[in-house]
């Protein structure tokens, strides 16, 4: 069974950065596109970023040019850079394949406030 472990989150002021960790079992990411998804109170969870096998990244346009995805195919580990924080970024981050085809770990909380 494939498990996810998201991590990296925490507390930062707007304009900050973090940089979230996803570690996936059985080896997926190196077969599949892999996607960091996040929900914040009281929404649907929404796609972030996708990076394919070959390493051709998507971002959402609510993060372009500020957050980065990428991947460690040896250490089947995701990552998730982000700058220039937002308080709408505020939310919990998912690591999954893209499409979603596992369960969802426990997210990771990431709160941008002052």
């Known amino acids: 069974q494939v498990q996810l472990v998201e991590s990296g989150g925490g507390l930062v002021q707007p304009g900050g950065s973090l940089r979230l960790s996803c570690a996936a079992s059985g080896g997926i990411f190196s077969r599949k596109a892999m996607a960091w998804y996040r929900q914040a109170p009281g929404k649907q969870r929404e796609w972030v970023a996708t990076i394919t096998t070959t390493g051709i990244t998507n971002y959402a346009d609510s993060v372009k040019g500020r957050f980065t995805i990428s991947r460690d195919n040896a250490k089947n580990t995701g990552y998730l850079q982000m700058n220039s924080l937002k308080p709408e970024d505020t939310a919990v981050y998912y690591c999954?394949?893209?499409?979603?085809?596992?369960?969802w770990g426990q997210g990771t909380q990431v709160t941008v406030s002052s």
């Open positions: 999954n394949t893209r499409p979603p085809l596992y369960s």
